[in-house]
């Protein structure tokens, strides 16, 4: 039994070891603006570790549930999902359930959406924040230095829309403003 421990535990960390090497993970500052009775601004740390990215035929196959079913189908749907987790502050973290990678004027952009913290307080009140059920994250990198900044937007609604015969896509804050994510720093690598 004794020599089996030490083998137990270095297969432990070789595993652990080859799943960090395949994850991407970003960290900085948040800034989020208060909004109704709690008008504060706080500042957080923020963890962003993402071991995969949504497919495009899982995509597009997303965008179809929340065309047809709305948000509320679209967050069943991808409460199923885990591409990553994201943590803030010293809050237990959440799993991120859809991540979008692609290049935009040579910069790496980065979509998050996962479900969102909710308050006991909120769950039992029935506040208008239920309604905002998601969490949305924006991030531009320089893919040379790693570094970069974006957006964060703590309580979002999403729906599927047509404008003048367009269809879009729309994320709403719950909040005044969104939060800012300042000082992100990439480590690993992420592919568009």
Known sequence: MKRLIPFILTLIFAVSAFAQRDAATFTGTALIYGSGFNTRTATRTFTLRLTSQTSESETARLIGVLQDGGQDALLKEVGKQKVGTFSLGGQVSRDVNAVHVATVDGKTRIRAVFERWLGFGELRGGYRSVDYPFSYIEIFVDPRTGKGEGTFIPAAQIRYRN??????????????????????????????
């Open 163 to 192: 404008r003048d015969g367009e269809n879009q896509i729309e994320i709403e804050d719950f909040g005044t403003f969104p939060g800012k994510l300042m000082g992100v720093q990439m480590r690993g690598r992420m592919e568009s």
